[in-house]
């Protein structure tokens, strides 16, 4: 068992906790791994800012993976000559230029999964073209004054409203407490209650509270999802997959209005459904 795995203990937070004895095995494998380098040279530094690192953040037991990644990025010397990469991580990285396609399944359905989210973030936005035919008249804001005219605008833009001014400032400090995962989830589940809710409004008033209120979960969405997938996406192909929540929130608008085209002569109010 190697020295780092030894650390078994987890605190409240989900870090890594070492008692005196593992603390002192860790340092002392350290400081022997830190005596192959000068103390003027780049790798000294870089090895001691990455156990700086790791400590500050609890992440000791990880810390084998982030010396061998640290000397890898910064290194301009051949894979082969690097002693810290083993054989497998070798061929892994070389892999990664002549084989750059071929990723873990867990990347590409974090990539699916992103794009169902744009696919989404773009329904919402059209849903309201169908339902622009029945509210005003339900509503009773279809005089054509501009009062009434500027109401159906407001509740049309209010998605786009709410997410600029309040969504997009909301997804760092939701990043920053709940993590890319946690802030996607509970902006989603926001997003199907203000969805609902918006379906069953009984007047204009509520209709673009709900709306603007969708509009910031949309707004966390759309600015950590994509993030979220770049992150995960290695750098030769990030750029074609990241692309892919502007191709599928295209895509999600072209869905949406099928949706309205479909739903267009139920017999249940059609701007709910839509």
């Not at 936005?125 to 279809?142: C, E, H, V, W």
């Not at 009434?148 to 400090?173: E, R, V």
């Not at 997003?191 to 603007?212: E, P, T």
Request: hydrophobic letters at 50%; charged letters at 15%; glycine letters at 8%.
């Amino acid at each position: 068992m190697s020295k780092v795995a030894l650390a078994t203990n987890v605190n409240m937070n989900g870090r890594a906790e070492y008692d005196d004895t593992v603390q002192s095995m860790i340092q002392t494998g350290f400081e022997m791994d830190n005596d192959r380098f000068d103390d003027r040279s780049p790798q000294r530094h870089i090895l001691d800012d990455v156990q700086a690192f790791a400590g500050r953040f609890g992440l000791m037991h990880k810390i084998a993976v982030l010396r061998t990644a640290a000397l890898l990025l910064q290194n301009e010397t051949p894979l082969d000559q690097i002693a810290e990469l083993s054989t497998y991580e070798i061929n892994a990285s070389k892999a990664e230029t002549t084989h750059k396609w071929h990723q873990p399944w867990s990347m590409y359905l974090t990539i699916i999964v992103t794009a169902l989210g744009a696919m989404g973030q773009g329904w919402a936005q059209t849903s309201m073209n169908g339902a622009n035919l029945y509210f005003p008249k339900t509503f009773g804001i279809d005089s054509g004054s501009s009062r009434d005219s500027f109401i159906i605008g407001l509740i049309n833009s209010g998605i786009y409203l709410s997410s600029g001014l309040l969504g997009a400032w909301l997804a760092a400090p939701l990043n920053s407490m709940l993590g890319r995962r946690g802030a996607v989830f509970a902006a989603a589940v926001v997003s199907l209650i203000f969805n609902l809710s918006g379906a069953l409004a009984q007047d204009w008033c509520q209709l673009l509270f709900f709306r603007l209120l969708l509009g910031c979960a949309l707004g966390v969405i759309s600015s950590t999802l994509n993030i979220f997938a770049a992150e995960c996406a290695p750098a030769v192909i990030r750029g074609g997959l990241a692309v892919s929540w502007q191709m599928f929130c295209a895509f999600g608008i072209f869905v949406g209005f099928v949706a309205n085209v479909a739903v267009y002569d139920v017999s249940m109010p059609a701007r709910s459904v839509q």
